[in-house]
């Protein structure tokens, strides 16, 4: 236990940056499973969405440093090479033939 006032409200203050900095690192892993997801059953346009919105997470984590920039760029890297393969496949499969 801390001996000091000051040190008392540094400790409840890390708890609090704890605390938070859990929470945006969960909601990170949260969103990047989602992209995932779509990713494996949905559309590019859809998995497009996500990505912007994970890497939009991303960023604001590593500018508050919550997350290690170098982690965030590299993850945000294998999402855009995910994307990429997708829209590659998409482009590379024939559209299905219209009935009738």
Not at 1 to 29: C, D, F, G, W, Y
Not at 61 to 76: C, D, G, I, S, Y
Request: aromatic letters at 0%.
């Amino acid at each position: 236990m801390p001996h000091t006032r000051s040190a008392n409200k540094q400790l409840r203050k890390n708890e609090k940056r704890r605390l938070h900095n859990r929470a945006v690192k969960k909601t990170i892993r949260t969103q990047i499973k989602k992209v995932e997801e779509v990713a494996v059953e949905g559309a590019v346009d859809q998995l497009k969405q996500e990505i912007l919105t994970a890497i939009k997470k991303l960023d604001k984590a590593a500018a508050k440093r919550v997350v290690h920039p170098n982690m965030a760029a590299r993850k945000k890297s294998q999402l855009a090479r995910l994307l990429n393969q997708k829209e590659a496949a998409a482009k590379a499969a024939p559209p299905p033939a219209p009935p009738g």
